[in-house]
């Protein structure tokens, strides 16, 4: 359609046109045109993108006014011949400075005070910068890694808050973009690094700047001038040059604040403030994904507020905390999850009277209930055995602790008089005095009385006539054994001391003379055998050898040397008792060994 209309006018043009409004790039690409409809002024802008020797192709013997608007703000590297700078410099053009800024938010029209003639007013419907009060800040880190880190901390943050790489613009007046990009990159930024010769004269909503060692004002200012919405500068600010330095104290001057800071709110929170100083603040305040150390607080389906860190996507269905419904008439909580299936039983502790005695106890709730809805429990309060103790009287007149259900039937089982043994109550440990038949009196514990005998020592005398001591109360008739010594003759006359109990024969141990049969004689027991006789003899053995032995020995080999002559002239050099002599002469076999 553009088309079409450019040739409609071209074939019949309308002489006279007052204005025309364009850029050089269109104005040099349709000159034909423009000559053609023969205007009378000429409004040009961006003419400091274009070069001087295309100003005589823009000019027509019809106009009064050319026009030439451009950006007074160009970095350090726009060429000096320039459509620009060709106005400036020559004598037939006036320059004039807009007082008006229609793009610029008035905070970032504040930062440009030092190279402008007066403040420039903004009429921008620029929208507040969402998560962080401030529109413009200046924090001076010398350190480069900590200012690629806090300048990484903020993109992240602005990420989270819906501002994608179009609308921030991560800006390096010095060339070191490279190092800031892969910082980004390790914080999953989406957001892109550029030099001011790569960016300008390009805009964006949100300028944040690296001011690095050596940074020019003219840089910086042109940078300043494509930022719609905020800026936030980090870097070595005192580095910087003088015209730099005028920007930095121009904003301090208008804050009037000791260190610079951001007020900075979570996406998820936007009523919880934070401030910021440092990197340190970012990441001790928020985490890697850019949301808060503040609980979630977003109240789920169920109408609890979640109760994580903040955090991003859904909330689960599950709800892990308490129930708030009622289970019960006495308008105990679920004890569940929220998200759980509700008790049947309510199992809230209950502490309540009893229903047989005055002694309370602590049940579940449920175990209390007695209406019709709900039989009461098998092991509830109507079953239980009251463990309070209580005093009774025994069967012996003393009285004891037992619990309070074992009470309740003590007057039941009275009468029968086993009241101790069907309560199974401990032994009285009363102390009683006793005397029974024989008259000694004694102290005793109460249930010992039924089956004491008294232990008193008397002295008693046997049917032997001896006398010993024993207990009062022991049988009589089942005395110890007597162990009185009495002398008793054994059958071969001798005399010896036995007990009194123990007077049945046994063998005499009296020493005796006794003659053996070989006519020897020794000392032996009186109830003993006749030993074997070893007093020793001479004795001719059957070799012929005389040996010296005991008497009794008469079957040992005689152990004399044989002598035995050989028939090689040795002598046998054996003992006389092994025989048969063997003829293998020793000697003249060890002979033969050494031959």
Known sequence: RYNKILSEHVTSPAPGATVIVSTVATAITHAAVIGALQPKALVLFRAHQFPAFLAAT??????????????????????????????????????????????????????????????????????????????????????????????????????????????????????????????????????????????????????????????????????????????????SLASADESCQNVFNTLLESRQLSRPFLSVSCARHPGTVIRIENVRDFESKFRETGACNEPCGVKKRCGHACIDRCHEGEHPVFCSQPCSKTVCSRKHPCMNRCSERCTQHCRVDVTATLPYCAHTATFPCYKWDTSSAQSPSRDGPHQYKCTVPVIVKRDCGHTTQVSCFESRSVEAVRTSGQLEQLLNLPPCRENVQVTPPCGHSKTILCCNKASYKCNVTVKVERSCGHSCYVSCGADRLLLPLCTEPVPVFLGCGHMTYKECSRTTASKCTAVAKRTLACGHTVDVACGSASPLCTVPVSKTLSCGHVQIRVCHDNSSPCARPCNYRMRCSHFCNLRCGVHPHEEKCRSCKDKCCIS
Request: aromatic share 10%; glycine share 6%.
């Open 58 to 235: 823009l000019y027509s013997q019809s106009m009064t006014k050319l026009i030439f608007i451009g950006d007074n703000f160009c970095p350090r590297n726009t060429p000096a011949s320039s459509l620009w700078s060709f106005a400036l410099s020559s004598q037939g053009f006036e320059l004039h400075e807009l007082s008006l800024q229609s793009l610029l938010s008035q905070p970032v029209c504040n930062l440009l005070a030092p190279f402008t003639k007066d403040v420039l007013q903004s009429c921008s419907s620029a929208e507040a910068v969402k998560g962080i009060a401030e529109q413009a800040q200046f924090f001076d880190i010398r350190d480069e890694d900590e200012a690629f880190s806090m300048i990484s901390r903020l993109c992240l943050h602005l990420q989270t808050h819906g501002y994608g790489p179009g609308d921030v613009a991560v800006v390096s007046l010095v060339p070191i973009a490279p190092a800031l990009a892969q910082k980004l990159r390790q914080l999953r930024c989406a957001h892109v690094v550029w030099t001011l010769k790569d960016f300008y004269p390009g805009w964006c909503k949100i300028l944040i700047l690296f001011i690095g060692t050596g940074s020019f004002g003219a840089d910086l200012v042109a940078a300043l001038s494509r930022a719609r919405c905020a800026v936030y500068g980090f870097g």
